[in-house]
């Protein structure tokens, strides 16, 4: 029996799975009602009959994992791996970034569990791309290796966000102003979201208070501009990104869009300049056409790439 944990910012998930069966018992967590890890996942593991305490366990973590100390990027809490095993008595603790174990999900995902938006055809054995807005921005990428693969482990949220217009390089320029780098996350998450429309609001000489993400997808659904602009934005900076990410990594195999935020709005994305977006690379055009983007349905696809890492699935780079 193991422990599969997805630590976002936001949310820790957790499920137990058998080698070889789907994840069950999956339970999702608030972290602001816990002050840390431990508490969190002891929470789930009191909740269950001894006979299916787990000895193993595999998380997938949104924050860089260097080492034994793993701090998480959008959240305070800082913890050591080690005393982490040691406090939930598991013979085994395996962690690694949270979208190292979404890339990982993406050569077995079923057919039902994504959604292609726009056009293009996957090239078998070509490199795969994922990158996913939830509390921040992810990204990996998945290289074909031997009889597996090998997963990107980086940072990719943090790189510099670049303009395709002069309408979006104000907002940059603007946002700068307040807080310095202007990274892809900044503008693509969730927090990005809220950025984005107060950034349109101050554009259009109107005071606003702050909001929270929900509050603006709202807004946009009740007939507010300025929100429906945001979500336009968001969508139009995703594509660029996702489009920068299929050109570095020559994501021929395809580039899947995962995280929390995306599904919820899938009208809104299917409708948004985010293909065209995508595509717009100047001479590159008919290279980018050619690739296939999609939107990941399943809840938690870090469950499933968790699993396959423990199955031995993952060729490690490092």
Known sequence: ????????????????????????????????????????????????????????????????????????????????????????????????????????????????????????????????????????????????????????TGEGGHVTLAPSNDREATIISLIRQQQGHVSAERLVSGFGLCNLYLALRSLSGQAADAVTPEQVTQLAEDGDEVAQSALAHFFSFLGITAGNLALTLGALGGVYVAGGITPKLLHVFEASDFRRKFEQKGRYSDYMAAIPTYLVTEEVPAFRGLAAILDGQMINLR
């Open 1 to 152: 029996m193991r422990l599969l944990v997805d630590l976002g910012g936001t949310n820790t998930r957790c499920a137990l799975q058998d080698p070889g069966d789907e994840p069950h018992l999956a339970r999702r967590f608030k972290n602001r009602r816990f002050a840390n890890l431990t508490e969190v996942l002891q929470a789930y593991l009191d909740d269950l009959p001894q006979e299916l305490r787990p000895t193993a366990a595999a998380m997938a973590v949104a924050a860089p994992v260097q080492g034994d100390e793993v701090e998480l990027t959008n959240r305070g809490w800082r913890f050591s791996a080690q005393a982490l095993q040691q406090a939930l008595q598991l013979e085994r603790l395996l962690m690694v970034n949270d979208f190292t174990a979404v890339a990982m999900a993406l050569p077995g995902l079923p057919e039902d569990r994504k959604h292609q938006i726009g056009g293009g055809t996957p090239s078998p054995g070509q490199p795969l791309a994922v990158l996913g807005p939830g509390t921040g921005l992810g990204m990996s990428g998945l290289l074909p290796a031997g009889d597996g693969w090998a997963a990107i």
